[in-house]
């Protein structure tokens, strides 16, 4: 059985998806951006700063099933520039310390034009 997962504490979805699904023990998020979750907003320019903000809705989706980044077996991400990756890299590596399996690919062009989007599998309990 696959559950929906939504809560306040991450930006709404902006298409026909989910923020995240759980199915037979595992938490799927969808592709997270930049969206300041109060005000549905893109609000950040740099990759430091749309890192971070991805960084804390996954947390903020994490959290609303009682896990943590330790709990989060592969991420993909995708960079609007490759020439960020080492600034991206400082942010990401600051939130995933147990060093989950991960893609990272540059991509032509992203949701709202942002720099950045990740998306994760948790592995719950």
Same mark, same amino acid.
């Given at each position: 059985?696959?559950? @929906?997962?939504?809560?306040?504490?991450? *930006?709404?979805?902006i298409? *026909?998806?989910?923020?995240?699904?759980? /199915?037979?023990?595992?938490?799927?998020?969808? &592709?997270?951006?930049?969206i300041?979750?109060?005000s &549905?907003?893109?609000? %950040?320019? %740099?990759?430091i700063?749309? %890192? #971070?903000v !991805? /960084?804390?809705?996954?947390?903020?989706?994490?959290?609303?099933q009682?896990?943590?980044?330790?709990? !989060?077996?592969? #991420? %993909?991400?995708?960079? @609007?520039?490759?020439?960020d990756?080492?600034?991206?890299? +400082?942010?990401y590596?600051?939130?995933?310390?147990?060093?989950p $399996?991960?893609? /990272?690919?540059?991509?032509?062009?992203? *949701?709202? +034009?942002?720099?950045?989007?990740?998306e994760?599998? $948790?592995?719950? &309990?």
């Open positions: 059985m696959v559950k @929906k997962v939504f809560t306040e504490n991450a *930006p709404n979805a298409g *026909p998806y989910s923020q995240a699904v759980v /199915c037979d023990g595992y938490l799927f998020t969808s &592709g997270q951006i930049a300041n979750p109060s &549905g907003l893109v609000e %950040t320019e %740099t990759i700063e749309q %890192t #971070t !991805v /960084c804390e809705n996954l947390k903020a989706i994490l959290n609303s009682n896990l943590d980044f330790n709990s !989060v077996i592969k #991420t %993909t991400c995708f960079l @609007k520039d490759m020439n990756f080492a600034k991206f890299n +400082d942010v590596g600051k939130y995933f310390t147990s060093k $399996a991960r893609s /990272c690919v540059e991509v032509a062009r992203l *949701p709202k +034009d942002v720099l950045v989007e990740i994760i599998i $948790a592995k719950l &309990g």
